[in-house]
């Protein structure tokens, strides 16, 4: 310790600190015997310090007040399995490029811990690692929080529903019944049912939630504490349910509007907003009722699977070949996918086949082969695979144009859905370094988007309005913008401009997660 | 730095934790929950107090622990596992409080609006709806966390460690990285600023320590 001797007298100003210094370490039984006795002479002898001293012992005993804090019951549990995944993992990491007999020995505490919590703890079901813990704790805030985001309060939402009731069917709302009721549950769950379900998504759903629940972190606690309040609040509303499904289609019809838009209906008055809404929901209705779930996607998608495979089956060269050089025209640097000359077998044929017969003389000569028969029996089929809802409204189509413009935007949006490749990979192989350089210089999110939006543009070639390969047309890319129903030419005047929507996600189904791009991170 | 022979040996007798400690090298797995439940309390406070927020302090614990495990297989005895313990959440809480800070995300300490103008702290009047003891034990508690938010980083540091963990100022030096001499001077000015903030409570008389002591014993009200 330092042991400068305690001033005998009263000191001045300058030495109080030095003074008090000595008293705390007095206090705090760190000082020698004999600088101890010294004090205590001092105490004795000088009522000023006497005072002191008994004030500062008041203060620190005052410190007793504090509560410990408590930790939750499953601490330890979770601490275990927490090590242990670590542990594994570090082992795992260790041990790839190791021989065998090496590997071995380095297991140790790993598969202790392993068996320990494996017998102890179930670690399957209780494991919550100290991230996840979060995570749980606002696992439905996170996951609608763009949603809650959007609908801002829930008097508004209430005017919404009301609204909403009148001008789009209630089968619409149908699609969304899944995605409210998994809303409701984990609302009302506890942290291990919670858990549970997280437990259950697929690794792909996982990580979109982990990057939700980083989002979800980065709000502002007062912008946390918003979304819970709404949240609970529309729990304890009489029409949750129904509140619900209408939040999701509100969050549907406003996400697919430019950012600075979605803001400013966040900022506005309810009256007024519910008035900008009225005349979204009428531009947007059409394509509203054709939206489906990603389980209807994926029915869709092994029908349209089967109808590649039947045109596959017809042999037509010629028509491959003419494919073939208007993709090379168009992309001199790229090689065109078996997949991708089927698409636009596909596509070229719906069109023949939906052209009056006036119009014969504009057939792509190299189409000669195709039969309007083939492509009406493939048409009923890809119908068949629909659910109900959408068969009736294209079945309450104007005409059989259209209902094959119907179609092909939903065959647009499901292989849009659906896609299997990788951004990722689609980076590193496909493009140039140049444009790997442009890519980079972007966020994360505005990456992501980029990518799947030009993947996405490539893979359905064919299948744009705009920049349509059979059509001779030059362009790149539909419009991110063009949001109206393709089929509906009195709207739009350009019945062919269709393709799948670009901006915004499309529908979550059972436990799906949205399409598109980024953290589902909610903006001010 | 290694530890000489004769001080392993020392804290290998004199403190059980370390000989758990040690079995966890060795790869004992229980040893390891015993040490998770020996301590999990004392540091979730202690992190707790740091931070402002339980359920931040839990996960940092579990990050400490984590690291407990990590750092197995190079665990020395050189001093109390408590001390090699608080170090490592010392370190954890610093690194956790620099993360918040650069988001801007929370005020870390939940009420410090004035560092300069040292005030003692004004008790509010006590709800009416509450008996007088109940109401007098609450104010209390927070009073006294109000005050221990006024303190700085370090002093609160120090201050848990000195009173909580009842640490000497060598060991607090080495949790925190600071001579003993450092440590002496620090809480010097943490108590002198808490004495000066509790100043207007404590001048009401015993009623302090009458209150923690039927907190103790249990007392309902």
Redesign the interface.
């Known amino acids: ?2 042991d400068s001797s305690p001033n005998p007298k009263r000191p001045h100003q300058a030495d109080q ?1 030095s003074v ?2 000595q ?3 007095y206090l ?1 039984g ?1 000082l020698s015997d004999e600088l101890s006795q010294a004090v205590e002479r001092q105490i004795s002898e000088d009522d000023a310090v006497k005072e002191e001293i008994q ?2 012992d ?15 019951h499953d ?2 549990k ?3 399995a ?2 242990t995944m ?2 594994t993992q ?1 082992v795992v990491n260790a041990t790839t490029a190791m021989p065998a007999l090496r590997k071995k020995r380095r297991w ?2 790993a598969a ?2 392993v ?3 494996a017998a102890g703890f179930l670690l399957s079901s209780l494991f919550v ?3 996840d ?2 995570l749980i ?1 606002n696992l439905p805030e996170t996951r609608y929080a763009k949603t809650l985001n959007q609908v801002v309060d829930i008097e508004f939402l209430k005017a919404w529903s009301e609204e909403a009731s009148k001008s789009i069917p209630s089968s619409r709302l149908t699609s969304l019944t899944k995605e409210a009721e998994t809303w409701q549950m984990l609302s009302a769950s506890p942290p291990t049912e919670r858990f549970r379900w997280t437990e259950a998504l697929p690794p792909e759903e996982m990580t979109q939630l982990s990057d939700q629940s980083i989002a979800f972190q ?1 709000l ?2 007062l912008k946390q504490d918003r979304l819970r309040e709404l949240n609970q609040q529309l729990g304890e509303s009489d029409t949750a349910d129904e509140l619900r499904r209408y939040a999701l289609l509100y969050e549907q019809l406003v996400s697919k509007l430019p950012p600075i838009e979605q803001a400013s209906l966040r900022n506005m008055p309810t009256d007024e907003r519910i008035s900008r809404m009225r005349k979204e929901v009428r531009r947007q209705r059409d394509r509203l009722l054709l939206e489906m779930t990603d389980d209807e996607q994926k029915l869709f998608r092994q029908a349209i699977d089967k109808v590649l495979e039947r045109i596959d089956a017809v042999d037509d060269e010629r028509t491959d070949t003419f494919i073939r050089e208007m993709y090379r025209r168009r992309y001199p640097d790229k090689k065109i996918s078996k997949e991708q000359i089927l698409l636009l077998k596909m596509r070229g044929m719906a069109r023949i086949a939906s052209m009056p017969e006036t119009d014969s003389e504009r057939r792509p000569f190299s189409f000669a082969k195709v039969n309007p028969e083939l492509w009406n029996s493939l048409q009923s089929d890809l119908v068949k695979a629909l659910p109900s809802r959408i068969q009736d409204e294209i079945a309450e189509a104007k005409n059989k144009s259209k209902q094959t413009q119907m179609v092909l935007f939903l065959i647009g949006n499901t292989l849009q859905s659906t896609s299997t490749t990788d951004a990722s990979t689609y980076f590193a192989e496909e493009l140039t370094q140049k444009e790997q350089l442009e890519y980079l210089s972007l966020t994360k999110e505005e990456m992501q988007e980029k990518l799947e939006e030009r993947l996405s543009s490539e893979m359905l070639e064919g299948f744009e309005g705009r920049g349509d390969l059979l059509n001779q047309r030059r362009g790149r890319g539909p419009s991110r913008r063009d949001e109206s129903a393709p089929w509906r030419d009195e709207v739009e005047g350009r019945p062919e401009n269709f393709g799948p929507p670009r901006n915004g996600p499309g529908q979550r189904g059972n436990g799906g997660q949205r399409r598109g791009p980024g953290p589902n991170q909610p903006r001010d | 730095m290694g530890a000489s022979e004769s001080t392993i040996l020392h804290y290998t007798e004199a403190d059980p934790d370390v000989r758990l400690m040690l079995k966890v090298r060795d790869d004992n797995a229980q040893a390891f929950q015993e040490l998770v439940e020996r301590y999990q309390t004392r540091l979730v406070s202690l992190l707790a107090f740091q931070l402002g927020s339980r359920d931040m302090a839990e996960d940092l614990a579990q990050e400490v622990f984590l690291r407990v495990y990590r750092a197995r297989k190079r665990y020395e005895p050189g001093a109390k596992f408590s001390t090699w313990l608080f170090t490592i959440a010392n370190n954890v809480a610093l690194n956790a409080r620099r993360t918040l800070a650069r988001r801007k995300e929370v005020s870390v300490s939940p009420s410090s609006p004035d560092r300069t103008g040292m005030q003692p702290i004004q008790p509010a009047a006590a709800s009416g709806a509450m008996p007088t003891r109940q109401a007098d034990k609450a104010e209390l508690q927070d009073i006294v966390r109000l005050a221990v938010d006024q303190l700085s980083e370090r002093q609160r540091m120090a201050v848990m460690l000195a009173k909580f963990e009842h640490l000497g100022y060598a060991e607090i030096g080495e949790v925190m990285g600071l001579q003993p001499s450092a440590v002496k001077s620090l809480l010097a000015r943490s108590r002198e600023k808490l004495r000066v903030l509790l100043r207007g409570y404590l001048e009401r008389g015993d009623a302090i320590g009458s209150l923690i002591d039927s907190e103790e014993e249990g007392e309902p009200t």
């Open positions: 310790m330092s600190d008090r210094e008293l705390v370490a705090d760190e004030s500062l008041q203060a620190w005993n005052a410190l007793d007040a504090l509560p410990l804090a408590s930790t939750s601490f330890t979770s601490t275990i927490m090590v670590a542990a570090d140790g505490m202790l811990l068996t320990f919590t690692s100290y991230r813990r979060q704790r980065s502002t606690k």
